[in-house]
């Protein structure tokens, strides 16, 4: 829930300036970080479950590239300036 937090908290003080494809990109964190989260707190156990959990941190991966929230959201903005 790393992402979540840093968002959060930054988006309380100034609003980022991102176009159509990195708000999506934020939105999608945001949402594979509460998947995961809810798949670790009922503590589901099984194959499917299992896979599920994977695939959405594989993807989260993919996402953020494992960076820093920091320099994420710096790479988001001057994504959408270009």
Not at 13 to 34: D, F, G, K, Y
Request: net charge positive; glycine share 2%.
């Amino acid at each position: 829930m790393k992402y979540i937090k840093y968002f959060s908290t930054f988006l309380k003080t100034r609003t980022p300036h991102l176009n159509s494809n990195q708000m999506r990109r934020l939105l999608n964190i945001v949402a594979l970080e509460t998947t995961i989260k809810t798949f670790e707190d009922l503590r589901m156990t099984g194959s499917t479950a299992y896979k599920m959990t994977k695939n959405s941190k594989d993807t989260l991966k993919h996402l953020t590239k494992d960076q820093t929230t920091e320099n994420l959201l710096e790479e988001m903005m001057r994504l959408s300036q270009t």
